[in-house]
């Protein structure tokens, strides 16, 4: 158990530019969410999968952002034609079934110049 | 819509004090509270969770209790060390069903500095 691993650590684009994060959860860890957070503010929640099945977005997730988890186990989170007002520590998070308890990993850092 | 404030929005004690920082949430229907540590530029690591049912949780120097019917909950650190420095997130879990456990909203934080 190598806990939620995310890369890369951080990314700085121009905007305009697309870009992909990953995340790969715990092993076993069925569930998978990803968060947004600003400076200063509390993780917000983006979305959320069941092994490959995306069961939930947030209205935060607008129609420049697409989040896949292929197969159950990692997952990805793009972000297209990239503004500055998507700067944030984007945040991958791991549950197993049956558990409530949430683990996270590092995070990403995005800047967008 | 669940909204969760927490109070201070920053503390800095000296090394040794007791403190307590306070969580509340408009919505009592909640399945459980957490607490988490957030160290500058890293993730979120779990402290303590708190099912609805429950009224505290212990670990260690730290102790959290939950007050649902006032929408409270608060965290008692004791013997505060410089290594307890980081932000402090309180979260609650508003979904009853099976499938959205992991679905959190958060509070601000509550930026701690112990200092020597």
């Known amino acids: 158990d190598t806990g939620v691993s995310q890369n890369p650590r951080h990314k700085i684009t121009k905007r305009g530019q697309n870009v992909t994060f990953r995340c790969d959860p715990i092993?076993?860890?069925?569930?998978l969410y990803w968060y947004r957070q600003t400076l200063g503010q509390g993780p917000e929640f983006l979305t959320y999968?069941?092994?490959?099945?995306?069961?939930?977005k947030s209205r935060l997730l607008s129609d420049r952002f697409s989040a896949e988890r292929p197969k159950g186990s990692f997952s990805t989170l793009e972000i297209q034609r990239t503004e500055q007002g998507d700067s944030a520590m984007y945040l991958c998070a791991s549950m197993g079934q049956g558990w409530q308890k949430l683990f996270f990993g590092s995070g990403t850092q995005l800047s967008v110049l | 819509k669940q909204e969760v404030t927490q109070i201070p929005a920053a503390l800095s004690v000296p090394e040794g004090e007791n403190l307590v920082l306070n969580c509340s949430f408009t919505?009592?229907?909640?399945?459980?509270l957490q607490w988490f540590r957030q160290d500058p530029g890293k993730g979120l690591t779990s402290l303590l969770l708190i099912q609805s049912s429950q009224r505290e949780q212990t670990s260690g120097r730290l102790n959290a209790s939950l007050d649902k019917s006032s929408g409270r909950s608060t965290l008692y650190i004791a013997a505060s060390q410089p290594g307890d420095s980081a932000t402090y997130l309180c979260?609650?879990?508003?979904?009853?069903?099976?499938?959205?456990?992991?679905?959190?909203?958060f509070g601000q934080g509550t930026i701690l500095t112990v200092h020597p």
């Open positions: 999968f069941q092994n490959e099945a995306q069961l939930e």
């Open positions: 979260a609650v879990s508003s979904n009853a069903g099976g499938t959205s456990y992991g679905k959190l909203t």
């Open positions: 092993s076993e860890h069925n569930r």
């Open positions: 919505d009592s229907a909640i399945y459980n």
